[in-house]
């Protein structure tokens, strides 16, 4: 499961990377490295985007038995582009 969240937290930032820095709105837009499922649900992971003062935060949610409570959610953190 660990390595799924890697492959999306690694396309969104090749996503921003050539989309001036902004994560996309959906997990449905990473079409050159698309995201791949929730090996628990085997279905999308859920996908949260928020703007703060400082930047973006994505939040990656999973459906996980207890035993993994731990990583049910997992926050990526894009600081502001430098103007």
Same mark, same amino acid.
């Given at each position: 499961?660990?390595?799924?969240?890697?492959?999306?937290?690694?396309?969104?930032?090749?996503?921003?990377?050539?989309?001036?820095?902004?994560? %996309?709105?959906? *997990? =449905?837009?990473? $079409? /050159?490295? %698309?995201?791949? *499922? =929730?090996?628990? $649900? /085997?279905? %999308?992971?859920?996908?949260?985007?928020?703007?703060?003062?400082?930047?973006?935060?994505?939040?990656?949610?999973?459906?996980?038995?207890?035993?993994?409570?731990?990583?049910?959610?997992?926050?990526?953190?894009?600081?502001?582009?430098?103007?």
């Amino acid at each position: 499961m660990i390595r799924s969240r890697l492959i999306v937290a690694e396309a969104l930032r090749l996503y921003a990377h050539s989309h001036q820095g902004r994560l %996309p709105s959906s *997990l =449905d837009d990473l $079409s /050159d490295t %698309p995201a791949p *499922l =929730d090996p628990f $649900s /085997d279905k %999308p992971f859920g996908y949260l985007v928020e703007q703060t003062a400082d930047g973006q935060v994505a939040t990656l949610t999973s459906v996980t038995p207890d035993v993994y409570e731990s990583i049910k959610s997992f926050k990526i953190t894009l600081p502001k582009a430098s103007q």
